[in-house]
């Protein structure tokens, strides 16, 4: 790669990468194992209470992997999955599945009865979900354990089928045990970088591709090249040449697809998973400055990156030759406009606003729309998880904004074409100060004796 963006993927000492702005704060971390071993005490003692037999509880899923995201929106939820096991054999008990599962969300409406902080969600066919206040959900699959038989079983709104999340887990472990601790955890730091682009690009879409494909895809198509951007650019690569080829995720315990899509949904899915492999040719090209592709790929949770444009090495042209003029205004926190005049640095107040909006459209193409990135950094942005967000606008529209967070933030402007090529580019940084803004001419200070 021309210029390693290793930095701003992974780094032990910079606590401003993607791969920091995507992991959960531990802070929220801790409040979520807090209350889920509240949550799990109560219901091993109330099953057992109810059940007379043994009770467990075993971590599973992304928590389990150690590969966890935060929510890509403010708004939403992580999750964590925790099997409840009860070791009997339910079906020669006489038990139905849906029997235990209502019993199961008996005991979750009691609890939340005294923890009114939770709720409990609608039941899913394969487990039930506890909310936690806006910050987590915890999904608690049911099964049942007949150590005798060595039979296990997974309880469904349509009856007990075979299922073992740890024969999976363990398939995992196996598929990386030659690799060292370090390349282990860029593995897993790559699922995550993968998970958060899913997340950004099937945000519109009525389906999603499930945490579970993504590790198979991941673990079967791993390269570990010398640096994280290069490892994240090969593996992207393999994987979009195997779904090309055939778009299916095979479980690798039961050789079933994963991915149950519709021939439109591939098709849509395909799409997607080629303008990111394109988007990463570009980027290897060195074709334009990498960060304002990294951030197409990325949006807001790319750290914030501030470069010079790049030159044609041949003309020494820029090759953005149409960068975008912008019309500005900045509003006061009482709505006056104190400023017309735009610039690369903005120095800013809370609970002031911005307009934006492109006044030389007539040198893009038609059909161009403009990606407004905002990105917020900080404490405040990252412990109420809103590090910033895209919009997606027509050439002629306004973006409006607010000053929320004190910090250095970004406004990334990328016009970009119906063939997703990037037409114009420019960033602004606005340095948002405290609520306060300064008077001009303050009142004068008087001295000597009263």
Not at 94 to 120: C, F, M, P, Q, W
Not at 243 to 253: A, T
Not at 291 to 299: M, R
Not at 327 to 338: A, D, Q, R, T
Request: proline share 2%.
């Amino acid at each position: 790669m021309i210029n390693d963006y290793s930095k701003y993927f992974y780094s032990k000492s910079e606590d401003n990468t993607l791969h920091s702005r995507i992991t959960i704060p531990d802070k929220h971390i801790n409040i979520a194992i807090e209350n889920k071993e509240k949550l799990l005490k109560y219901i091993k003692e109330k099953l057992k209470e109810e059940l007379d037999f043994e009770v467990k509880t075993w971590i599973q899923g992304s928590y389990k992997s150690a590969t966890l995201i935060r929510s890509h929106k403010i708004d939403e939820k992580f999750d964590i999955d925790v099997g409840i096991y009860v070791f009997f054999n339910a079906e020669e008990e006489g038990y139905e599945s849906h029997e235990l599962k209502a019993l199961l969300r008996d005991i979750l409406i009691e609890y939340s009865n005294i923890e009114i902080a939770t709720k409990v969600e609608k039941s899913k066919s394969k487990c039930e979900r506890v909310s936690f206040s806006k910050l987590f959900h915890i999904d608690l699959p049911l099964y049942y354990y007949d150590d005798e038989l060595d039979k296990l079983k997974l309880a469904t709104s349509d009856g007990w089928i075979d299922s073992d999340p740890k024969q999976l887990q363990d398939w995992f472990y196996n598929k990386a045990k030659g690799f060292s601790d370090e390349d282990k955890a860029k593995l897993k730091r790559i699922i995550r970088y993968i998970k958060i682009w899913t997340a950004l690009k099937w945000d519109n879409e009525s389906f999603k591709i499930s945490s579970l494909a993504i590790n198979i895809l991941v673990y079967n198509n791993f390269i570990n090249s010398d640096n994280e951007a290069d490892t994240f650019i090969d593996t992207v690569f393999a994987i979009n040449e195997e779904l090309q080829d055939k778009f299916e995720v095979l479980n690798p315990l039961t050789n079933e697809n994963v991915l149950e899509f519709s021939s439109e949904q591939i098709k849509v899915s395909k799409i997607k998973w080629n303008l990111l492999s394109k988007t990463c040719e570009r980027i290897r090209k060195g074709s334009l400055t990498s960060s304002t592709f990294w951030s197409l790929i990325f949006e807001h949770f790319f750290p914030i990156v501030i470069e010079e444009p790049k030159f044609d090495t041949v003309s020494n042209l820029p090759t953005l030759t149409n960068p975008p003029n912008i019309s500005f205004k900045h509003l006061n926190s009482k709505g006056e406009v104190i400023s017309n005049k735009i610039s690369n640095s903005i120095i800013a107040f809370k609970n002031e606003r911005f307009s934006f909006q492109l006044s030389n459209q007539e040198e893009y193409s038609n059909d161009c729309k403009v990606f407004w990135i905002i990105k917020n950094q900080g404490d405040i942005a990252n412990n109420v998880n809103d590090l910033g967000h895209i919009k997606v606008l027509d050439l002629n529209d306004v973006l409006e904004e607010h000053c929320a967070y004190k910090g250095i933030h970004l406004i990334e402007c990328q016009v970009i074409n119906q063939y997703s090529q990037v037409e114009g580019y420019c960033s602004i940084k606005i340095n948002i100060n405290g609520f306060i803004r300064p008077k001009k001419n303050p009142a004068k200070k008087k001295y000597g004796a009263k």
